[in-house]
């Protein structure tokens, strides 16, 4: 299966993560070699790498709420499974606070945004307790996969990642 993912960076400040493009490709391979049944052949994701200001104009727009957020994901419309899979915004201020928060390097988490936010746009959710569990097994599993430890295992509880499908 090949899938085209296209990385914008629209903050430079991302940069200090190192090679994002690397770094996403790796995530989203990952997380298809886990769930890529779900995946149109060919298909077409976009990442875009923004400031807080950005994505928190995105969520007010989108979800209606007035503030920034670590990750949003904007789906395809309802039965398109390719060529477009759909967006991924991350907001560099946000993810870098909760990353140095955890004690978590900036790349290992940005991989779990991304990680996280494909499993949205492929039909994951936490809107229930069942479904929490189900999609932090996957991300737990997919990020064992790429060499990061468990997220959920210090301070960063599935609820508050406040991500959107």
Same mark, same amino acid.
């Given at each position: 299966?090949?899938?085209?993912?296209?990385?914008?960076?629209?903050?430079?400040?991302?940069?200090?993560?190192?090679?994002?493009?690397?770094?996403?490709?790796?995530?989203?391979?990952?997380?298809?070699?886990?769930?890529?049944?779900?995946?149109?052949?060919?298909?077409?994701?976009?990442?875009?790498?923004?400031?807080?200001?950005?994505?928190?104009?995105?969520?007010?727009?989108?979800?209606?709420?007035?503030?920034?957020?670590?990750?949003?994901?904007?789906?395809?419309?309802?039965?398109?499974?390719?060529? =477009? !899979? /759909?967006?991924?915004?991350?907001?560099?201020?946000?993810?870098? @606070?909760?990353?140095?928060?955890?004690? +978590?390097? #900036?790349?290992?988490?940005?991989?779990?945004?991304?990680?996280?936010?494909?499993?949205? =746009? !492929? /039909?994951?959710?936490?809107?229930?307790?069942?479904?929490?569990? @189900?999609?932090?097994?996957?991300?737990? +599993?997919? #990020?064992?996969?790429?060499?990061?430890?468990?997220?959920?295992?210090?301070?960063?509880?599935?609820?508050?990642?406040?991500?959107?499908?």
């Amino acid at each position: 299966m090949t899938i085209v993912v296209d990385v914008e960076v629209a903050d430079t400040a991302w940069l200090a993560a190192g090679d994002v493009e690397s770094l996403a490709q790796d995530a989203v391979a990952a997380t298809l070699r886990r769930v890529g049944t779900r995946v149109y052949p060919d298909a077409e994701i976009s990442i875009r790498l923004c400031n807080d200001d950005e994505i928190r104009s995105l969520n007010l727009a989108w979800r209606n709420k007035d503030k920034a957020t670590n990750v949003l994901s904007f789906p395809a419309p309802a039965g398109n499974r390719g060529p =477009l !899979l /759909g967006d991924i915004v991350v907001a560099f201020a946000y993810v870098s @606070e909760e990353a140095r928060e955890a004690g +978590r390097s #900036l790349r290992d988490h940005l991989s779990h945004m991304i990680v996280h936010g494909l499993l949205h =746009l !492929l /039909g994951f959710d936490h809107e229930s307790a069942v479904d929490a569990e @189900e999609m932090e097994g996957l991300e737990r +599993r997919i #990020l064992v996969d790429l060499g990061i430890d468990d997220p959920y295992a210090g301070t960063m509880p599935v609820e508050n990642l406040s991500v959107s499908s």
